[in-house]
């Protein structure tokens, strides 16, 4: 198992930066690719980005191309999302999710561990 905690969520206006961290705990991180998913009230949650375990690869929503950047660091079991350029739509929760096979998946129901999720608000 893994036991994953984001943070770095705030408040920022349109047009800032913003990055959320993941940390990770447990098993080795290294294995697990790691995804971003957002839920907005009153929607569902939708896959936003992703990483494979190496780093090699990433993938996006096409809604974050340009504008949002995953990354992780194996050695300090941590994923991260950079958020550039950010709009009113991208208000959410951000979860970040683990699941360890080695290609991603944008279905929330192939990740089988979350996070708690991290408020990421952008005023206008």
């Known amino acids: 198992q893994v036991q994953l905690d984001e943070s770095g969520g705030g408040l920022v206006q349109a047009g800032g930066s913003l990055r959320v961290s993941c940390a990770a705990s447990?098993?080795?991180?290294?294995?697990?690719?790691m995804a971003w998913f957002r839920e907005a009230p009153g929607k569902e949650r939708v896959f936003v980005a992703a990483?494979?375990?190496?780093?090699?690869?990433?993938y996006y929503t096409d809604s974050v191309k340009g504008r949002f950047t995953i990354s992780r660091d194996n050695a300090k079991n941590t994923a991260y999302l950079q958020m550039n350029s950010l709009k009113p739509e991208d208000t959410a929760v951000y979860y970040c999710?683990?699941?360890?096979?080695?290609?991603?998946?944008?279905?929330?129901?192939?990740?089988?561990?979350w996070g708690q999720g991290t408020q990421v608000t952008v005023s206008s």
């Open positions: 990483i494979t375990p190496s780093g090699g690869s990433t």
């Open positions: 447990g098993r080795t991180f290294s294995i697990y690719t």
């Open positions: 999710a683990a699941r360890s096979k080695v290609w991603y998946s944008v279905n929330r129901y192939d990740y089988a561990y």
